[in-house]
Each structure stands twice: as structure tokens, then as C-alpha cells.
């Protein structure tokens, strides 16, 4: 294979694979706003608090699997306490305030995280090596690190388990019932409040998955919150209320911002890739205002 | 018994028009500016002045213009740092390279150049709509700060990023002192407060709350949504790039971008809810809200500043700043603008109350 090409897949598969990583922190505001219509700002707090226990958790001397276990249940009890405290004496208010309130719960959680922990960065293993994947390497001359390979696995067995969970069942049922209309699913017997406290602890699970593979990747730290914002184009390319658009936008955005920023970038001054994704989501949106594979926009006088 | 309109009776169309209708209103509107022009110079020190007055004022402006925006007309935006940015490095390239410039010339250029990057920014918002469109102003944000902290060019060329405003005379007159500062940015306060009070009873502001209540319905009886919305954008961005001037020429005295990143755009999103969309009152009191409680908050901490370390308490800041926003929320969505109208129609009927 020409060294061109090679460079050039080699790209294309770091920003598939980056692309995926995005979509995992996508996937939570995905989660909230299907089920609730809440715009949910304070997702990126939430990666931060999930990885923070968790870590801290592990630095105690716990059983990987226990330190999962525990830091899951610190993000069920803390979505349990969002319902109660914050989303039901604000239930039927415009979406905008609810907005509002999750950038409240945004400030708060930071300060939770960092006040029940520390701010300090802490250095997450979680058992997958950061190494090229050799026989990749030695066959094609393409060099692809494992873990982001590893990530990518991890996140199609997420989204499948999501998908099976909306799907089947009672839960997955009312889910999907919550989703297409909060009040007709409260008025045939759904009780809104258990769902949206289990979507937020879905969310809250989804977060944690995150935290824990963008924390071995960047150390845990404040910085890991601002992956939300990277998260928020592919929520707007793949569409505000779709499992499948936060996983397709998330590898078109992945592999457009890292081919331009190796190909564009150094011709118009580097650092492109804080807007870059924005830009390539806006183009999308212009033509498909509801995203890719959002709802269609049915508007009523 | 004496906030009470008996007896004021509207005998002509012009008094039906008038924009404080009641008597009351007029004399606390007249009270307030003798307070703020007289009274505030003498009483307070010049760190009040300059640490929390100037400020105060600056971001008013900053939240009349998102207000009419996302209040006045439903478009929600999480940009308009980005246009206070736009206003402070336009006002400065413009006193810099062109001197002549008298300096309130120079602010609304500012406000002008900001006005015609908001209608850019705000030129999708036909075909995107809602939180899509909240996330395409995210782009304009961080756009914005990419461009001045690449290119050089608008701070003239300088190596540090952060640069000196030059120094300001109105009418030949040194602006030096604190007190001139506060007197320069009471006079944008005041004319930039009663032209968006008139602004928004007029066709336009009418025909932005129409758009706002349902764009469809608008459009349907005859509003235009394309120049609807975009003189929205640029009357918001406007009053966001002479904030944005302001706050870099008279009160942190340099442009430096990192001044206004994403968190002042939700800064001055908070200052609108608090106080009131939809309100113009409610912008005045936003910001004092959000101005006021980290300062508070602050001087409460300083009482445990011995038992507790620092990075502890400015985490506990964070967690009381996040809370008080949900409680408030909570107790009152439709922010203080609405507490004041509650209060007002209690005094009407005060103390016989049926």
C-alpha cells in the first residue's frame, strides 16, 4: 500500500474510532432527551462525577469489578435524587428551563465531584494497553492503536444493550411510550417518575462507561466535563432523539474533523478542531433541520 | 394605598402610549436615575463603583440584548460572548487604527460591525430551530475564540494575546477617573434601556413575540419570519458588541478573548432567566442577581476562610451557585420580573385587600 493512502485510512480509522468516543458521551444526552425532552447540559458533569468515584474508588484498594459495581450504584442513587430534588417540581415547565436547570445541576455536580474527591489528575488503568495493534501494523503499514479499538468494541455492546433494553420488555415498552408522549403514557398508567428516574440512571451508567475510557485516555481530571461539548455536534448531526444518529453522527463527525485537521489545519492555522465539527454539523443541518436521523418536524397551527 | 392608579385618568392617545402609564412608575423611574447619577457617586467608594457597578451596568446591556433574542423572540442562544467579542476587538481595531474616531462613534461601529456577525450567525435559524439552532450558535462561540487566538492581526500584530485598550475622550474630555467610566456607561445604560423598552412595544418588538409564541401562526398573518428573526439577531448583537466594547475599553481595560468564552454566554443566559424573559426590568435584575451572589457567597466563605482550605470552598461556591439556580428556578421559572408584577398588583390593592 502507497504511504499516501496508508496515511490517509490511517486517519479516517483514528477519527472512526475517536468518532465512537464522542458518541459514547452522546449517547447519555441521547438517553434524557428521548425520555424526558430535557436538553441535559450537566451530561459532562456527570462523566466527571462518574469517573471521579470511580477512580477514587479503585485508588482505595477495591475489586475492579466491585469499584464498577459501587460507582453504578452512586449514579442510580444520584439520578433517584435528580428526579426527586430537581425534575419533579418542575414537571410541565418549558423545555428552556429545564435547560437552565441542568446548567444549575451542571455547577452543582462540578463542585460535588471535586469537593467529595479532589481536583487533582488521577491516572486511570482499566486494563486495555494504549499500543498500536502490531499485525495491523506489520500487513498494511497502517498504525492503529488498540484501545481505541478496544473502545469501539465496548460502545457497540453498549448501543446494542440500549437498543435491546428500549426494545423489549415492560421497561423498554414504557420507555419508548415516555418518549412519544409523556402525558398519553402518564394517562394510560406508566408512572413517569420511575422511568425518568431510570433513564437518568441509564444515563448516569452511560456516563461511567465514558469517564472510564476517556479517563485512561486523558487522566481524570476537570477537562474530561468539556468532552460534552465535543459530544454536541454529533448530537446535532445525528439528531437530538435517535440511539442510531449518535452513533452514525458520531463517526462522521470523528473522521471529518481529523482529516480536516491533518489536511485543512495547517493551511489555515492550526487548533481548527474546537469549531470544526460544529461547522460540519451545521452544513448537515441545513439540509435536515431535525438532524439525520431525528424525528421529523411536524409543525401545527 | 400608594401605589394606586385612581384618579390617573388617560384623557389623550399619547398619554395611552406613554411607557410607564402610571404616576408612580414615572417618579420611581426619575428617583432611580437621581440615585444613580446623583446620589451613587457620593455615597459609594471607588471600589464599589469600580468592582461591582460598572460591571453591574455593563452586563444590563449584555442581557437586554440576549433578552430580545431569546426572551422577545424565542431563539435561543448560547453565543452571545461571542458577539460580545466581536463588539470589544471591532471597537478596538477601530480606536487604534483610526485614532480621529471620537469614542462613542467608535462603541457603536462596535455595536454595528457585532450586529452584522449576528445576523450571519443568526441566518440558519429560518430552517433550524430550538436546540439545534441553541448548539449552531455554540459554533459562532468557538469560532469566534479560534479567530482571535490564531490570528494576530486584531490585536495589531501584538505577541501576547491580551492588549491595552487605548484611552478614551469624549468631546475632548479625558475619560480617566472611575467616576467618568461610570458616568460614560450610565449614559449607553439609559439610552440603550429606553430605546429597547420603546423598541419592543413597537410593529417589530410585536411581530418578535409573534414568532416567538408560534412562527407558523406568525407567518400565517403575515409576518415576515426571515426579517423577523434576523433583525432580532441584529438588535441583540448589537446591544451585545457595545457590552462587549465597554467591558474591554471600561472595565477590564484590555481585549483579551479568554474574557469572553462559553461561560459568559451562559453567564448572561442565567441573568435573563433569573430575572425575567420577556422583561426588560427583568434584565437589571438578573444581573444584579449574578453579579451580586458569587460576591456574597464569596464574603460568606471568607467567614470559614480559616477552618476550610481555599480549592474546598471555591467547590462549595460551585455547589451553593448550581443549587440556588435549580431553587430558583424551582420557586419561581418565570424569574424576578414576575415577583416584582406579583408585588405590584398586591400593593394596588394594599392594605384593603378584598
Not at chain 1, 499516501?4 to 438517553?31: C, D, K, N, Q, T
Not at chain 2, 452586563?59 to 431569546?70: E, F, H, P, Q
Not at chain 2, 464569596?298 to 476550610?308: C, D, R, T, V, W
Not at chain 2, 420557586?331 to 416584582?340: F, K, N, Q, T
Request: charge should be neutral; aromatic fraction near 12%; charged fraction near 10%.
Amino acid at each position: 500500500m502507497p504511504m499516501e493512502l496508508a496515511f490517509f485510512i490511517e486517519v479516517l480509522v483514528a477519527g472512526l474510532l475517536s468518532g465512537v468516543m464522542y458518541s459514547l458521551v452522546a449517547l447519555g444526552f441521547v438517553l434524557i432527551f428521548k425520555a424526558s425532552g430535557v436538553f441535559n447540559f450537566a451530561q459532562g458533569a456527570m462523566v466527571l462525577f462518574a469517573a471521579l468515584t470511580f477512580v477514587r474508588i479503585l485508588e482505595m484498594g477495591v475489586n475492579f469489578w466491585l469499584a464498577i459495581a459501587i460507582a453504578l450504584a452512586v449514579m442510580i442513587v444520584l439520578a433517584i435524587i435528580i428526579e426527586r430534588v430537581m425534575l419533579r417540581p418542575l414537571v410541565a415547565q418549558p423545555v428552556i428551563i429545564l435547560f437552565m436547570a441542568t446548567i444549575g445541576l451542571n455547577y452543582f455536580l462540578e463542585g460535588l465531584a471535586q469537593g467529595i474527591w479532589d481536583s487533582q489528575v488521577h491516572g486511570l488503568d482499566i486494563g486495555i494497553p494504549d499500543v498500536p495493534w502490531m499485525s495491523l501494523l506489520e500487513s498494511t503499514n497502517i498504525l492503529i492503536s488498540l484501545f481505541d479499538v478496544w473502545s469501539a468494541v465496548i460502545c457497540g455492546v453498549l448501543v446494542l444493550f440500549l437498543a435491546f433494553f428500549f426494545q423489549k420488555g415492560r421497561i423498554g415498552r414504557a420507555l419508548r411510550a415516555v418518549a412519544d408522549d409523556n402525558q398519553a403514557a402518564m394517562s394510560v398508567g406508566i408512572p413517569l417518575q420511575l422511568i425518568w428516574a431510570i433513564v437518568w440512571a441509564t444515563a448516569g451508567m452511560v456516563a461511567l462507561v465514558a469517564g472510564a475510557i476517556w479517563g485512561q485516555r486523558l487522566g481524570v481530571q476537570f477537562s474530561i466535563s468539556l468532552v460534552a461539548l465535543k459530544a454536541l455536534p454529533v448530537l446535532i448531526l445525528g439528531g437530538f432523539n435517535s440511539i442510531a444518529g449518535a452513533i452514525i453522527g458520531g463517526l462522521i463527525i470523528g473522521a471529518s474533523e481529523k482529516v480536516a485537521e491533518v489536511y485543512l489545519g495547517p493551511i489555515i492555522g492550526g487548533g481548527i478542531e474546537s469549531w470544526v465539527a460544529y461547522f460540519i454539523a451545521m452544513l448537515f443541518l441545513i439540509a435536515r433541520p431535525q438532524g439525520l436521523f431525528g424525528e421529523k418536524i411536524i409543525e401545527r397551527v | 394605598m400608594l401605589y394606586r392608579e385612581t384618579g390617573q385618568f388617560k384623557t389623550s392617545y399619547k398619554k395611552d402610549m406613554a411607557i410607564f402609564p402610571i404616576r408612580q412608575d414615572r417618579w420611581a423611574v426619575v428617583a432611580m436615575l437621581i440615585f444613580v447619577v446623583v446620589v451613587v457617586p457620593l455615597i459609594a467608594t471607588e471600589h464599589v463603583i469600580a468592582g461591582y457597578l460598572i460591571p453591574l451596568l455593563i452586563w444590563s446591556i449584555a442581557a437586554i440584548g440576549l433578552n430580545i433574542l431569546t426572551g422577545y423572540t424565542g431563539q435561543l442562544s448560547l453565543g452571545h460572548g461571542a458577539f460580545m467579542a466581536v463588539g470589544a476587538y471591532a471597537a478596538y481595531n477601530l480606536a487604534s487604527r483610526i485614532p480621529e474616531l471620537p469614542i462613542i462613534l467608535v462603541f457603536l461601529l462596535a455595536g454595528l460591525i457585532a450586529a452584522i456577525f449576528g445576523v450571519l450567525v443568526g441566518s440558519p435559524s429560518l430552517r433550524i430551530k430550538g436546540f439545534y439552532l441553541a448548539v449552531a450558535t455554540l459554533a459562532a462561540q468557538f469560532f469566534v475564540e479560534w479567530v482571535f487566538a490564531t490570528f494576530s492581526w486584531f490585536v495589531g500584530g501584538a505577541a501576547s494575546m491580551v492588549i491595552d485598550t487605548p484611552k478614551m475622550a469624549v468631546f475632548g474630555y479625558q475619560i480617566t477617573s472611575t467616576l467618568d467610566n461610570y458616568y460614560l456607561i450610565l449614559g449607553f445604560v439609559v439610552v440603550g434601556t429606553l430605546f429597547a423598552k420603546n423598541l419592543v412595544r413597537s410593529e417589530i418588538g410585536r411581530a418578535w413575540m409573534a414568532i416567538r409564541d408560534m412562527d407558523v401562526a406568525a407567518e400565517v398573518i403575515g409576518i415576515q419570519p426571515l426579517y423577523t428573526k434576523l433583525s432580532a439577531f441584529a438588535v441583540s448583537s448589537f446591544y451585545g458588541g457595545v457590552a462587549g466594547a465597554l467591558y474591554a475599553f471600561c472595565y477590564v481595560k484590555s481585549v483579551d478573548f479568554t474574557a469572553f468564552d462559553l461561560f459568559v454566554s451562559l453567564k448572561v443566559l442565567f441573568m435573563i432567566i433569573i430575572g425575567g424573559m420577556g422583561s426588560i426590568l427583568g434584565c437589571f435584575l438578573g444581573a444584579t442577581f449574578i453579579v451580586a451572589l458569587p460576591i456574597i457567597l464569596n464574603e460568606l466563605m471568607h467567614l470559614f476562610s480559616g477552618q476550610i482550605p481555599s480549592a474546598m470552598l471555591s467547590n462549595i461556591e460551585h455547589m451553593i451557585f448550581g443549587g440556588l439556580i435549580i431553587f430558583f428556578l424551582i420557586v419561581e421559572p418565570h424569574g424576578l420580573a414576575r415577583l416584582w408584577m406579583t408585588a405590584k398588583e398586591k400593593l394596588r390593592l394594599w392594605p384593603f385587600p378584598h
